[in-house]
């Protein structure tokens, strides 16, 4: 079976602009969720898409959205990028069901917002 | 509110010798899953173990075991014989309620511990 593959790499953006990372789920898995984590840092919660639609959010304005597709690819975006954003993306994606269900993570997106 | 802390920023620990690296957690759930994940320099975030809340003995995968306290909501990562290979970021994470179809799978990560395996 695939893994979670997400690209790019790594990515250079300056302050004000707009950003897509994209990602593939691993064959299988129903749900798909969005980490970011600063450096030095744990990651945390963005938000995650079930069915191509948001099921849950943390604590991220609305500047931050995203897509999921039914082909398992998805999509996140960021808008008006800061400073702060600077960080790794992580993507991750889970097949809900049970009590374990763990997630499993692509390499992450590095972005750097000059 | 929940929350994960990892008082150990860094650990050493030799070649083939064992390692514990500290996780203490913070719940009003009665029902929560705690997971250990590694991440090495590349990034990736690789799931180890898992602990269910009810879970009544401690969860072992190969060389990871984890020493779950429930009382004193602690659930410390446990690596026996260390590699070279072993070293990398662990991170300690919580996911609080019990899985339905449809529910929302997040994970809330302590700030990590940097393991280096000495030869």
């Known amino acids: 079976e695939t893994g979670v593959t997400q690209s790019p790499t790594h990515l250079i953006k300056t302050r004000g602009q707009q950003v897509t990372l994209r990602c593939f789920s691993q064959?299988?898995?129903?749900?798909v969720s969005w980490y970011q984590q600063a450096l030095g840092q744990g990651p945390q919660f963005i938000f995650q898409?079930?069915?191509?639609?948001?099921?849950g959010r943390g604590n991220f304005p609305p500047r931050f959205s995203g897509l999921q597709f039914p082909n398992y690819s998805s999509e996140l975006n960021v808008n008006a990028l800061e400073l702060d954003d600077s960080a790794l993306y992580l993507c991750?994606?889970?097949?809900?069901?049970?009590?374990?269900?763990?997630?499993?993570f692509g390499n992450g997106t590095r972005l750097t917002v000059t | 509110a929940q929350k994960i802390t990892q008082t150990q920023p860094g650990m050493f620990v030799q070649e083939k010798e064992a390692v514990t690296l500290d996780c203490t957690y913070d719940t009003s759930d009665q029902s929560y899953g705690l997971f250990w994940y590694k991440q090495p320099s590349s990034g990736e975030m690789i799931f180890l173990i898992y602990?269910?809340?009810?879970?009544?003995q401690n969860a072992t995968e190969g060389r990871y075991s984890l020493n779950f306290q429930k009382a004193r909501k602690s659930a410390n990562l446990v690596i026996s014989a260390s590699q070279l290979g072993d070293s990398a970021m662990y991170f300690c994470?919580?996911?609080?309620?019990?899985?339905?179809?449809?529910?929302?799978?997040?994970?809330?990560f302590g700030t990590g511990t940097l393991l280096a395996v000495q030869p």
């Open positions: 064959s299988g898995h129903n749900t």
């Open positions: 602990q269910g809340s009810y879970d009544e």
């Open positions: 898409y079930y069915r191509e639609e948001e099921n």
């Open positions: 991750a994606s889970s097949f809900v069901q049970g009590l374990v269900s763990p997630l499993h």
């Open positions: 994470a919580m996911r609080e309620g019990t899985l339905v179809d449809g529910a929302t799978n997040k994970l809330i």
